[in-house]
């Protein structure tokens, strides 16, 4: 057992209770008892689903849940509902799941409001800011900001910092509708966040990434990191393209539209990393992290390159990660099939079927493990990227992004890609195409998990970083679980709460997946402190193992409280 | 299987063999057989039968709709049926044919097979084992009752297995991939002897997805029971169980003939081809007979007590015909399965249609054209016609619309939302539906807009731009006739000259020739827009700005881009795609052909991004994009090929498609050279790209008098066309929709000459005009674009307007003719940015739109594809239709119109007022 307790970089600690219930005022004043316990679907549809469903809407990380897995530092990350989810028409089973009605508890005013355009991504933001900060007044939490960067000790409730899970998050008017400013809170007690809100309008979401940072230092919150984009195409605002991610929900959104990163984008990064604010009339420096989770490929290149022309110097940080075992030249080499498509409304994407990279030797079954060649995940050009700017790699423990799959049909293992991005990788092979094909037909995924794919991950990422930077990786891997973020998590490690669990796996896979993945892939040793057997030296390893699961996090988080200064 | 004869080897083996696969799934079996029993009585529901999750989701998700609602659906299918699925399940009978099998005497038996493409059918392996046993048979149709009970005339038509056989074999075996499926693909002769047509019998579509039925559905068998009049089992049959390869369904007291369509009662889709019975048995393995006793040789099927049916899946056929290899000779049978069977492009899976028939009309369909003359524009080759429709604003019968589609539209294929990102509440309201008819297309719109869900509905046929309809375009005549220089298959001769002759002394020319500036008359409009013409970097241009240009997005909606040196470096050919052959690439295809004014989209381009001719030697070279400098862009213009060619636009929903898609992907300026008459949908992708901030400049049309659409709607840019006197051009449109005006008449632009040589010729439009003040755009909102952060989307393309309007020159015209005045993009640039509150809504105050009606449309169609001043009721037949109107549309043209009386010498006559027509059709 970890002497520190754990830390964990993307977690959802209190989304599922909150949209519970939409609250018509603001601030909330729902009991806080209701808002730190299990979320349960209580409806007869349960009976319905299957089981990997059940695990994704089952509650993976509820406050009270950090508290039995001894969560000593995270980062809570919120993510407004975006409009892809709540498609009950054509959004496929899980859309019509969620807005069924019989998802009980599920408030479905939340999922009406979002659909009809009725309220803005910032104000569901702030509103569930809102949640963190009375938990943090009531002592349930700690929230962490640079103005006291101190951690709470007394090892009774945790330590968690704010983050921001896509852009639209800044977008300040009304959902899908991007001339009307949401101009819907009502103020039963105002603070920091809701006067900006109501009072500062703004359509730039550079200028509106500058005010909320600034609200939340008003109340002694701080944002700690910023992922550019999400699960979705946000026609109002687009940042980045996104990676497409959501093979649950059908919905023009899900499909990645555009290329690379988007002038407004290259704004909110500016803004972000030269962030300012105003305390006690001294300009403090306060600059916002950017996550590359979500974002395309060709995103994330145009990112690095961004920042090499501007000369940016903040870490680089991937939260919540799976790697595609690949470098970027072996990822186009293994591109097995591409078509295009047009979606009904005629926007054009490309289906592209890249076969997964094997993880490690493992005899009869060795195909199973391999890792999961969507591009959402990091190639190793990226993994170099966060390394060298001395940034952390929070590791998913959604088994779905670790790579881990049963029997992995064409269907499953397909994704789509940007057009426009797909002809910038893959030039000729563009030229090649011929009429698009209609879309193809939903099919479900099952997928199984296993701690060995976690170790996979993790294994790949310290091999690249040995290979192509003189960092020690293990140094910059952490766990970024994306619990309560609709994953489906590790079978050893459903929730939060068993964390202890994730450890003592972890201690027992490890080198095992350590020899696989050299035989595979060949190598140094990637754990090298061994006795003299040959084995892994058990101290060494408990080490590095409490490092990931805490220490890493750790050290990040208090030199992002001191400005990576 | 002739009647009562004794069961032969294969009947037997097959029996058996479905009796394992039973006995294998009796637990099931009997959990299911119970809960059956439990529905019939009443106290368990149908949705509750199966244990399968995934499956009863899947079928819930088809029913569409609320998920209680579709609940309810399904729980009711038992008893209640929905006439739409009757009728798919009639329309699915026509497909189904008696298979005649010959032996070397005669008549050797009887199967049952179905069409599952135009040319190919499906029956059993054991029906047909090989190819030489298909060769002998015929596939008959027709062989049922007629509705007063007498014998219909049967249509016989010969099989081709030389053409396509595909075949599993009905025994497993390890060394035959996918045997034991039991079926057989084979082509039929598209013409018998008589020459009737099998197109007439359609053909059913097999649809591999899940959740077509679920365990305690009711089946249905369409079939030729032993060789008898084509019948459909309506009995209470249910399916039992499914297993890898088949499904079980409950017995009807005949074993179903080889080779039936079973179809889910709930879904009319097609689940199984049934392939066999299965016996009841006792202990011992011995069958039984309906008296109890064991079968004896010699007795029949009518003896056997069957206890169910065993039919293949579907998706087991599928997958086998994907997989099994073919012989070159078949692959293009096989192709054109694939083509028949794939389904409608839709996302989701709830719309799709599942039995989808071929036109039963007899008349083959024409093939469109490329040109417009002849061309068969309201249905493709497949019997498909489109629609827009606009619901109703009243959200019950929205809601009811969307329950309910599919049985108040018949033959609906597919509907979606026009823009289904959009918030906007017209936009909401508009539907695309793809409909399987021979009918009048407006018939159908008029059946489809009289139901109350609906305000409006338009067939989406192909139409003339205003460039086509007034038969003028770029190369307009410098005070001569069009054919001096430029010829109908699209080539052009210089015409300086003329130009020279007739311009010198304007005030353009002779500014532009001011201090001597040899060869400047060729670059007039610059003088005239008011930027300068210069070897240097723009003075006015930052760093940033550039930058910013760099990265900004221009899109060109036209017919595509060529390879003409003028334009070749300023295309961004990483981005275009083609809206009309929905292929990847926005090439001007028709700049291959001998087409019409080809070449359309390279013209307009090159007032953007024209660089360099590349033959130096013909010193024809001039007048570049404004926004390039020392030969090089600023910015790469993105091309999307939306019209087939400057003279048609194929179908409204590719603009559309092509617009979205620009918005989407967020473009920053889009321009379109040329209009049509106004649509709904039209009007809804106006108002999404105003409502996201893409400026939008379009020309404001050509010689048609009024304003086209898109440039007529309040969220577009309209742009007029001036001469080098900054007086309008004689065939600019003109009205109040006109923002601005700019260069139009006499504009230097590439070309080819009769030898396909590049040359630069004088030519006009209001298309010349509109790309100038889309260039001025982006420099606009390069400059401006960090301070336009803080606006609406909406209000930069207002803010955009307003600096426009204010630093026009003032032109020598009426107000509310043509625009402000004429760009000035210097002024343009130097005019201050309007604070946000300023700024008005360009839809505030404008009434909610209020579609004509369907007559008036019609009427209005024709009008408008039909060259002015030759349509006349009765004769009013477009190039571009060739339904005959309908009587609506002939009510709607016959209000419009004059008849003046007869004389002692001549007759009557009828003549419309098109122009009346079309202006209150335009609203202008």
């Given at each position: 057992m970890a002497a520190t307790g754990f830390f964990d970089f993307h977690l959802h600690p209190v989304f599922k209770k909150f949209i519970c219930k939409y609250e018509d005022t603001y601030p909330s004043t729902r009991p806080l008892a209701d808002l730190t316990g299990q979320f349960e679907l209580t409806s007869h549809i349960v009976r319905l689903l299957d089981k990997e469903l059940l695990h994704i809407l089952?509650?993976?990380?509820c406050v009270d849940q950090l508290d039995e897995g001894h969560l000593a530092l995270g980062v809570a990350a919120i993510a407004p509902i975006e409009r892809l989810f709540t498609n009950k028409d054509d959004g496929g089973l899980f859309g019509k799941i969620l807005n069924s009605g019989l998802t009980k508890p599920l408030d479905l005013t939340y999922m009406n409001r979002v659909r009809e355009g009725q309220v803005s991504y910032y104000q569901l933001l702030i509103r569930e800011i809102n949640i963190y900060k009375r938990l943090h007044d009531d002592g349930r939490l700690h929230m962490l900001n640079r103005q006291s960067p101190a951690f709470d000790t007394s090892r009774s409730k945790s330590n968690l910092a704010l983050s921001l899970e896509g852009g639209h998050g800044l977008c300040r008017t009304l959902i899908g509708n991007p001339g009307q400013a949401d101009t819907s809170l009502i103020v039963t007690s105002a603070d920091s966040l809701s006067d900006d809100f109501t009072a500062q309008f703004t359509s730039n979401p550079a200028q509106s990434l500058q005010q909320l940072q600034q609200a939340l230092w008003d109340q002694k919150l701080d944002l700690c990191y910023l992922v550019l984009t999400h699960l979705s195409h946000i026609d109002e605002q687009p940042l980045a393209t996104h990676a497409y991610g959501m093979k649950m929900i059908k919905d023009v959104s899900s499909y990645p539209m555009g290329n690379g990163l988007y002038l407004k984008g290259r704004q909110v990064i500016d803004a972000a990393y030269t962030l300012e604010v105003n305390v006690k009339g001294t300009k403090t420096p306060a600059p916002v992290l950017i996550d590359v989770k979500h974002m395309s490929l060709k995103s994330r290149l145009d990112f690095y390159s961004y920042r090499r022309e501007k000369g940016y110097q903040l870490p680089i940080i991937a939260s919540h990660v799976g790697v595609t075992g690949y470098s970027l030249s072996a990822w186009k080499e293994a591109l097995d099939e591409a078509n295009p498509m047009r979606l009904p409304s005629g926007e054009p994407v490309v289906t592209i079927n890249v076969q997964r990279k094997t993880a490690g030797s493992w005899g009869v079954i060795n195909k199973e493990f391999t890792y999961n060649a969507w591009s959402v995940n990091l190639m190793d050009e990226d993994i170099e990227a966060v390394l060298q700017s001395d940034g952390l790699i929070g590791v998913s423990l959604d088994v779905r992004i670790l790579g881990w799959h049963d029997i992995l049909t064409k269907d499953e293992q397909e994704e789509y890609m940007s057009a426009e991005e797909f002809r910038f990788f893959f030039p000729e092979r563009f030229q090649q195409f011929g009429l698009p094909a209609p879309e193809s037909k939903f099919m479900p995924t099952r997928e199984e998990r296993h701690p060995l794919a976690l170790c996979f991950n993790l294994l790949h990422i310290v091999s690249v970083g040995n290979i192509r930077t003189d960092k020690d990786p293990w140094l910059q891997i952490c766990i970024g679980s994306d619990y309560d973020g609709l994953i489906n998590p590790v079978i050893n490690c459903r929730s939060v709460s068993q964390l202890p669990e994730l450890e003592s796996n972890l201690i027992r896979w490890l080198p095992i997946a350590e020899r696989a993945y050299r035989e595979e892939n060949g190598g140094g040793p990637l754990l090298t402190v061994r006795d003299q057997q040959g084995e892994v030296d058990m101290t060494y390893l408990k080490g590095i193992v409490q490092n990931v699961l805490y220490a890493n996090g750790e050290r990040f988080m208090k030199r992002w409280l001191t400005n990576f200064s | 299987m002739t009647q009562s004869l004794p069961l032969d080897q294969t009947t037997l083996y097959l029996a058996d063999k479905a009796a394992s696969n039973y006995a294998a799934h009796s637990d099931e079996i009997n959990k299911i057989i119970n809960r059956i029993t439990e529905n019939r009585n009443g106290v368990r529901s149908l949705t509750d039968i199966t244990d399968d999750k995934t499956r009863l989701l899947r079928r819930v998700a088809r029913e569409g709709g609320a998920l209680e609602q579709a609940l309810e659906r399904i729980n009711g299918v038992p008893d209640f049926q929905d006439m739409a699925i009757l009728r798919k399940i009639v329309r699915a009978s026509t497909s189904v044919c008696r298979i005649v099998l010959r032996g070397r005497s005669g008549i050797s038996g009887y199967g049952t097979g179905c069409l599952i493409a135009p040319n190919v059918l499906i029956t059993n392996n054991h029906v047909f084992p090989d190819a030489d046993t298909a060769s002998r048979a015929t596939a008959q149709f027709n062989y049922e009752l007629g509705d007063n009970g007498q014998i219909l005339t049967p249509v016989s038509f010969r099989l081709r297995p030389d053409l396509f056989f595909l075949t599993s074999p009905y025994t497993q075996r390890?060394?035959?991939?996918?045997?034991?499926?039991d079926f057989t693909l084979v082509a039929v002769e598209p013409t018998n002897t008589d020459g009737a047509l099998l197109s007439q019998f359609g053909f059913v579509r097999l649809d591999q997805t899940l959740g077509k039925i679920i365990e305690g559905e009711n089946c249905v068998v369409i079939q030729h029971p032993k060789g008898d009049y084509k019948k459909a089992?309506?009995?209470?049959?249910?399916?039992i169980t499914i297993t890898d390869n088949f499904i079980i369904y409950e017995a009807d007291t005949l074993p179903g003939s080889s080779g039936s369509l079973v179809l889910g009662l709930g879904t009319a889709d097609v689940v199984a081809l049934h392939h066999s019975a299965v016996p009841r048995k006792n202990a011992e393995g011995q069958w039984l007979r309906k008296d109890g006793k064991v079968r004896q040789p010699g007795d029949s099927d009518d003896d056997i007590d069957w206890i169910g049916n065993e039919g293949v899946r579907v998706s087991c056929i599928v997958e086998a015909f994907n997989e099994l290899s073919i012989p070159d000779s078949m692959q293009p049978y096989k192709a054109k399965i694939l083509e028949a069977q794939a389904p409608p492009p839709v996302v989701g899976t709830t719309s799709s249609t599942p039995v989808t028939l071929a036109p039963t009309s007899s008349a083959a369909p024409a093939e469109t054209l490329p040109l417009p003359v002849n061309a068969a524009p309201a249905r493709t080759a497949t019997g498909l016609l489109y629609f827009e429709v606009l619901l109703t604003d009243q959200p019950a019968l929205q809601a009811d619309w969307d329950l309910r589609a599919n049985q108040l539209v018949p033959g609906l294929i597919d509907q979606i939302p026009l823009l289904p990102t959009s918030l906007n509440s017209f936009a909401r309201r508009m539907r695309y539906l793809t409909v399987k008819s021979t009918d009048n297309p407006w018939s159908v719109a008029a059946t489809i807009e009289g139901l109350p869900q609906v305000d409006s509905c338009r067939p989406d046929l192909q139409s003339l731009t205003d460039i086509g309809r007034s038969g003028t375009e770029s190369v307009a005549p410098i005070h001569d006739t069009e054919s001096a220089f430029v010829f109908n298959n699209g080539t052009a001769e210089p015409n300086e000259d003329k130009f020279l002759g007739n311009w010198s002394k304007s005030v353009q020319v002779k500014a532009a020739l001011k201090g001597g500036k040899s060869g400047h008359q060729r670059w007039w409009n610059w003088y005239a827009v008011n930027w300068p013409v210069s070897d240097q970097p723009q003075p006015g241009l930052s760093k940033p700005e550039r930058e910013r240009l760099a990265q900004m997005r221009l899109v060109q909606m036209d017919t595509g881009y060529s390879d003409h040196s003028k334009v070749a470096h300023g295309y961004n050919t990483d981005l275009d795609f083609d809206f009309i052959d929905m292929d990847q690439e926005a090439v001007d295809e028709k700049a291959f052909f001998g087409f019409k004014f080809p070449y359309h989209g390279t013209r307009t381009a090159s007032l953007v991004v024209g660089g360099s001719l590349a033959d130096t030697s013909t010193l024809l070279d001039g007048n570049s994009g404004l926004l390039v400098e020392n030969g090089k862009p600023l910015t790469r213009l993105i091309p999307y090929r939306i019209a087939q060619s400057v003279i048609l636009i194929g179908r409204g929903k590719q603009v559309v498609d092509g617009v979205n898609y620009a918005v989407r992907s967020g473009a920053d300026v889009l321009f379109m050279c040329m209009g049509s008459y106004p649509r709904p949908m039209l009007e809804a992708i106006a108002r999404e790209a105003y409502e996201k901030g893409v400026i939008w400049a379009c020309a404001a049309g050509n010689e048609v008098g009024f304003v086209v659409a898109p440039a007529l709607y309040p969220g577009t840019i309209a742009v007029a066309a001036t001469n080098p006197n900054d007086l309008p051009w004689s065939g600019s449109s003109h009205g109040p929709a006109v923002d601005i005006a700019a260069p139009g008449e006499d504009v230097y632009v590439p070309f080819l000459d009769n030898k396909k040589r590049e040359v630069m010729v004088y030519g006009s439009g209001t298309s010349y005009a509109t790309p100038q003040v889309a260039a001025a755009a982006m420099l606009w909102k390069a400059r401006h674009y960090d301070k336009l952060g803080q606006y609406l989307p909406w209000q930069v393309v207002e803010a955009f307007r307003t600096a426009l309007i204010k630093s026009a020159r003032k032109g020598q015209w009426a107000v509310n003719t043509y625009g402000a005045g004429i760009l000035d993009i210097t002024g343009l640039l130097a005019q201050p940015l309007a604070a946000p509150a300023t700024l008005k809504h360009a839809y505030t105050n404008q009434p909610e739109a209020r579609p004509h009606g369907v007559g008036i449309a019609e009427a209005a169609h024709v009008t408008w594809n039909t060259a002015p001043d030759t349509s006349t009721p009765g004769a009013a037949e477009s190039a571009l239709t060739t339904a005959p109107l309908t009587q609506r549309g002939r009510q709607a043209l016959n209000a419009f119109s004059v008849t003046t009386p007869a004389s002692a010498q001549e007759s009557s006559s009828t003549v419309t007022d098109s122009d009346a027509l079309l202006r209150y059709f335009f609203n202008q």
């Open positions: 089952g509650s993976q990380s | 390890d060394d035959v991939p996918f045997s034991g499926r089992v309506l009995k209470d049959i249910r399916l």
